[in-house]
């Protein structure tokens, strides 16, 4: 589907970002499962976005956490039983509820053509799909932004020194990738403030922003309004003690909905009982309009 039709989507109704069984860091419970409480939840359109398969120049690049690599994506010989059941389960509830087919797409400036020609690959069975950023270079390798605190510290803080300036390298490769161009590129952007996971981990008087932040994430919120873009509206920080808030921040929520950038429910559920978190804060604050 294009931006066209994925902006006519009723986001009031839609939860646009989960996992399934395919997902090695998930619950492992069927995707069957994830669709039944969603229509009991009363969701009329549903996207089912796994984790793409990574490059394999990844697990060579990659280091820290071996959990963060090894479980980060499915792996390329899962793909035909992904899609064949995706497929099959878009059939068998069509008439209760509009299943998008789809994945979470990793960027990685380095791999942008080995991407770029799996998306092009894939992209007539792709229905919808979110790009996002969960790994940062440094001098010894690709490191995660959010697999634990521990990790966190020990890479990506250790390499940009503080946590202005973790934020300030994610939103430029954030903005690198918004700025991306490519054939089947997805038009939804993923958890932008991602790197403000572990934030109540650190003192309160830590500071995760300065001007550089502030101009960078403007721009991200101007070219994605210019090119009439969406946004992942991720709510699975909002219970998370080291994060209570949303996916992009609430001050960077209200500045897209002043911009008209459409902000898609995404529970980013990796397990059935979370296919519907925060939900009801999402609508109660408008968050669709």
């Given at each position: ?14 939860n ?83 299943i ?20 092009l ?110 946004l ?10 080291s ?11 209200k ?32 968050m669709?309009?």
């Amino acid at each position: 589907m294009g931006r066209d039709d994925l902006s006519k989507i009723d986001r009031r109704t839609w939860n646009g970002h989960t996992h399934t069984e395919y997902c090695s860091h998930g619950s492992g419970e069927d995707s069957e499962l994830f669709i039944e409480k969603a229509i009991a939840a009363g969701f009329k359109t549903y996207s089912f976005t796994e984790h793409f398969p990574m490059p394999p120049a990844f697990y060579k690049d990659a280091q820290g956490s071996r959990h963060a690599i090894y479980t980060a994506a499915m792996r390329s010989h899962e793909l035909p039983a992904y899609l064949e059941k995706m497929r099959y389960l878009k059939t068998k509830y069509e008439e209760q509820i509009k299943i998008l087919v789809g994945f979470e797409v990793d960027y990685f400036e380095r791999y942008r053509e080995w991407t770029a020609s799996k998306l092009l690959e894939f992209g007539a069975e792709i229905d919808d799909a979110i790009l996002s950023v969960h790994f940062l270079p440094t001098k010894t390798g690709l490191r995660a932004i959010d697999d634990s605190y521990t990790d966190f510290c020990a890479g990506v803080l250790a390499e940009y020194q503080t946590p202005v300036g973790v934020a300030n390298a994610y939103l430029t490769t954030v903005l690198n990738a918004i700025r991306w161009e490519t054939m089947n590129k997805p038009v939804r952007y993923g958890h932008i403030t991602l790197y403000r996971k572990w934030r109540n981990e650190f003192s309160p008087t830590v500071l995760w922003q300065d001007q550089t932040t502030a101009n960078l994430q403007s721009k991200i919120l101007e070219i994605i309004a210019q090119k009439g873009d969406l946004l992942d509206c991720n709510m699975s920080g909002l219970a998370r003690q080291s994060q209570t808030e949303p996916s992009p921040s609430l001050e960077l929520i209200k500045a897209a909905q002043k911009k008209h950038i459409p902000l898609v429910y995404g529970a980013d559920a990796h397990a059935v009982a979370a296919v519907a978190q925060a939900f009801d804060y999402y609508i109660q604050k408008k968050m669709y309009l």
